[in-house]
């Protein structure tokens, strides 16, 4: 008996990082996964009978509706969606500034269109899949919704956003007596691409501690650190859970 | 849970304390934990007849802390797990439901002394004896991010665990062994004492109805296990949604 027994659900993001991981992660735990990513996935990437891939820009309104068909078809309606899909505004090895004097409207854009209209589309579409049996969406916030950053104000903007919406969602859903759940995750610093895009898992290489000191923990977290609580919350474990954020961030948030 | 089979294993090795285990999330707590494999001393002001082995214990009794933690080593062979879940809440007493203006002063510090002063009790004993990786999971309540009018103590107590969660995280870390402290916040969950306020009704819960303690387990299983590694001082609300109101 898994976790996610019976249950199909949608991964975007899913080449790398959190959601690579994530999608694997469902798969094991007995789920029809359907995977997604603009990018084609990594080297390892295995399709098996319960894991698919399709290539998706979150950005893309067709597209959604696209990928939610093909999950329908290939392995029945939709119970989970986990909006993964993601970016902070750091390009390889271009970091265009995010400074309040400084960021360029088309900057702000592409972070806000990628990381909240994503979201505002994926949840558009799980409500409209879900509606008359149920379902759970994740969503990824970040610690960044809370905190003042300077150097990553405009992706710090858009996880604030996405936590606020993810409520609304809830609400939203609830309030149409629809059995959906919607939560999101706060991530603090998880050794991703995403953080280290040069490729090594950290700051520095080695044990995950260098560079952590500022992390209560003494360490950054790994994508299953985050993984593992989008199970969570995307499994019937936490049917009574609905409309909050929950931090992943080594207590971070607890030092100011 | 509905189907313990899904967590067969999760808790595999672990050994826990969990307090207020006769009834409600406690007892509930005790048997999911115990479907997870974990080896559970399960305490209450009665011995309860759960977990593999229990005590009867008064988490008031701040000199008895140290020997109930020695007892649960003793017995079982270490600690991993804290599961601080004894605590009145204002349908099983009435010093939990009194307005400022009515409740004694001793009323008002027994609540704290039962609800508060025993989680920061629990947690100073236990945190040294705590195994690398171990995990301490209190139970707070949406009543401490609200205003309680008419059960002012209790919500005062209530937030006062959420401060106590946030500190014992921090100290824990220091250990550098992984050590982690986080707190869930139920909502009107159904339990034997449970006795909703006038205007909760389940209609007024996001999703429709109150909650059952096994769902509240089910969240502190989440935070005791190491799915929840790199979660700590971490507030996990459980209440149908109501905090986002």
């Not at chain 1, 999950?71 to 390009?91: K, M």
């Not at chain 2, 509905?2 to 999760?10: E, F, I, L, N, T």
């Not at chain 2, 209450?44 to 008895?64: E, I, K």
Request: aromatic share 6%; charged share 20%; net charge neutral.
């Amino acid at each position: 008996m898994h976790r996610l027994s019976g249950k199909v659900a949608i991964v975007t993001g899913a080449a790398s990082g959190i959601g690579a991981v994530t999608a694997r992660l469902f798969a094991a735990e007995g789920a029809r996964v359907l995977a997604t990513d603009l990018r084609p996935g990594a080297a390892d990437w295995k399709a098996t009978e319960n894991l698919a891939f399709m290539a998706q820009d979150v950005r893309d309104e067709a597209r959604w509706d696209a990928v939610f068909a093909a999950a329908r078809e290939h392995f029945g309606p939709v119970d989970i969606l986990a909006n993964i899909a993601g970016i902070n505004g750091v390009f390889g090895d271009r970091a265009p500034s995010q400074a309040p004097d400084e960021i360029e409207l088309g900057l702000w854009r592409e972070i806000q269109a990628v990381n909240v209209e994503s979201v505002v589309l994926g949840c558009r579409a799980a409500l409209r899949a879900m509606a008359g049996r149920g379902g759970a969406i994740v969503n990824i916030s970040s610690i960044a919704a809370q905190k003042g950053w300077p150097a990553r104000g405009a992706y710090g903007a858009s996880k604030a956003a996405v936590l606020q919406y993810s409520r609304t969602v809830a609400r939203y859903a609830a309030g149409r007596g629809w059995p959906i759940r919607c939560n999101a995750v706060l991530p603090g610093p998880i050794a991703t691409p995403m953080l280290f895009p040069s490729g090594q898992t950290t700051a520095t290489g080695g044990d995950g501690r260098a560079g952590a000191d500022h992390v209560p923990l003494g360490r950054f977290g790994i994508a299953e650190e985050v993984a593992r609580p989008i199970l969570f919350l995307a499994s019937d474990e936490a049917r009574y859970i609905t409309g909050t954020g929950l931090l992943i961030d080594g207590g971070l948030s607890l030092v100011k | 849970m509905r189907d313990s089979r899904a967590v067969a294993g999760r808790l595999a090795g672990k050994i826990a304390l969990v307090t207020g285990a006769a009834s409600g999330i406690g007892a509930a707590t005790v048997a999911l934990f115990s479907a997870a494999g974990a080896a559970v001393m399960a305490t209450d002001r009665a011995a309860p007849q759960a977990g593999a082995a229990s005590l009867a214990f008064d988490v008031t009794d701040a000199g008895r802390w140290t020997a109930v933690i020695d007892a649960t080593v003793a017995k079982l062979g270490g600690l991993d797990i804290l599961v601080n879940c004894a605590g009145l809440n204002p349908g099983a007493h009435p010093a939990a439901r009194q307005t400022m203006a009515d409740i004694t002063l001793d009323d008002w510090q027994f609540v704290q002394r039962v609800n508060a002063d025993s989680m920061m009790l629990g947690c100073r004993a236990a945190l040294p004896h705590l195994r690398d990786g171990g995990a301490i999971v209190n139970i707070a309540s949406l009543a401490a991010v609200v205003g309680m009018p008419d059960a002012m103590a209790y919500g005062v107590s209530k937030a006062a665990i959420a401060s106590i969660t946030k500190s014992v995280a921090l100290l824990a870390a220091r250990a550098g062994r992984g050590l982690r402290c986080n707190a869930v916040f139920p909502g009107p969950i159904l339990t034997p004492t449970m006795v909703p306020p006038p205007h909760r009704t389940p209609e007024r819960v996001p999703l429709g109805r109150f909650g059952e303690a096994d769902e509240v387990a089910a969240a502190i299983l989440f935070l005791a296990s190491d799915d929840a590694a790199y979660v700590t001082g971490a507030e996990l609300f459980v209440d149908g949604g109501l905090s986002m109101l």
